[in-house]
């Protein structure tokens, strides 16, 4: 149980072009998702949190304008990266929480997608 | 910022050898969670435990176990008898919302 897809797995665009990444609970309702970016070799850094019904609340540093976040039911979320630039190309991964809903539940993440902005 | 710190980059041993990745981590919470999750060469996180500040006993699970101090803030993994398929990174990290630490690059040789 507890499986989070994620889609595409990869994608490579052109820059100044937009990309919509999708991540899904499949066999649970996520009340809340988060999502990651990972650059080579380094760690996995929040970006957003997005509460379904809600507004995203994005991380220090990261820009809301640029990595638009929408979370319209319990099993959907998605992030588009807008006007993509070779500098947004990383793994973004998603996470999820469901069911009985509290802070130190484990997440449960996609595969993640690699952009590649060219 | 609370930080999670893993201070091994990267750690290569031998098949059978035994491995502790280390996790030091900062709160200003009485009650805290930490965990540690596995992220394979594929890509995808794998969740291997879930540890409460209330609760300082090792965990045991196969060839997994965990050192819990929380009067040293640490949260230390072993692996027994590595595996070539224990090659990954490892992640420690913090909730609430899920703050990881830098990672530590796991290669086992055969």
């Known amino acids: 149980g507890a499986v989070v897809s994620q889609h595409p797995s990869w994608v490579i665009c052109k820059s100044g072009t937009s990309v919509k990444i999708e991540c899904r609970s499949l066999d649970f309702q996520a009340t809340t998702m988060f999502w990651y970016r990972q650059f080579p070799k380094q760690s996995l850094m929040l970006m957003a949190t997005?509460?379904?019904?809600?507004?995203?609340?994005?991380e220090q540093g990261v820009e809301k304008d640029k990595f638009l976040i929408n979370h319209a039911s319990l099993t959907l979320s998605t992030l588009t990266v807008t006007s993509a630039h070779p500098e947004d190309s990383s793994f973004y991964i998603c996470s999820a929480r469901g069911g009985q809903v509290t802070y130190n539940s484990p997440l449960h993440f996609g595969n993640g997608t690699r952009l590649t902005v060219t | 910022a609370q930080k999670v710190t893993q201070a091994q980059t990267e750690i290569s041993v031998v098949e059978k050898e035994d491995v502790t990745l280390d996790c030091v981590y900062e709160?200003?919470?009485?009650?805290?969670?930490l965990f540690w999750y596995k992220q394979p060469p594929s890509g995808e996180l794998v969740f291997l435990i879930r540890?409460?500040?209330?609760?300082?006993q090792n965990e045991i699970s196969g060839r997994y176990s965990w050192n819990f101090q929380k009067s040293t803030s640490s949260f230390n993994f072993t692996i027994t008898a590595s595996q070539v398929v224990d090659s990954a990174v490892y992640f420690c990290a913090r909730a609430d919302k899920l703050i990881f630490g830098t990672g530590t690059r796991l290669q086992v040789f055969p």
């Open positions: 709160t200003r919470d009485t009650t805290y969670y």
């Open positions: 540890r409460n500040s209330f609760d300082e």
């Open positions: 997005s509460n379904e019904g809600s507004k995203a609340t994005y």
